[in-house]
């Protein structure tokens, strides 16, 4: 009787410990998983940003020629410049509502609860 009880709790020990080394190992993917959705977001945003500010660019240009149809080239330039300076500090302003919130809300959506990776990988992959 005291082997098989001996016997059963080294069983124990042996479940336990392969259970944990498996626990650790899907933790470390599910942190692999959401860094590399992540990472992807961010990467995904800084391109879309890149490409905005081109069109951005090439918009006030195009603003620019249709102001000098009303009044002088120089006063043309001043007036998209003044438009574009009126749109920095609107962002500046409403920095928190339009980068930093919505952000912070998808960080912290994705780390904190477990079955945000699926559907934000739904998300990227499946946008209709």
């Known amino acids: 009787m005291k082997q098989t009880i ?13 259970w944990v080394e498996l626990q650790i190992e899907f933790t ?4 692999a998983e959401k860094f590399t959705l992540l990472t992807s977001t961010f ?3 800084a391109i879309c940003m890149m490409l905005g500010m081109v069109v951005v660019f ?7 020629d249709l102001f000098k149809m009303m ?7 001043l007036t998209v410049s003044g438009i574009l ?3 920095i500090a609107l962002i500046y302003l409403f920095r928190r509502v339009i980068i930093f919130n919505p952000i912070a809300k998808y960080i912290t959506r994705l780390l904190l609860s477990p ?6 990988t739904k998300d990227l992959t499946h946008k209709d």
């Open 28 to 31: 470390k993917l599910t942190a």
């Open 85 to 87: 300076i009126l749109l």
């Open 71 to 77: 009044m002088a080239p120089a006063l043309a330039y």
């Open 115 to 120: 079955g945000q990776t699926q559907n934000a």
């Open 43 to 45: 990467v995904v945003g």
């Open 58 to 64: 090439l918009l006030s240009f195009s603003l620019v």
């Open 6 to 18: 001996t016997q059963e709790i080294r069983e124990i020990f042996r479940e336990s410990k392969t």
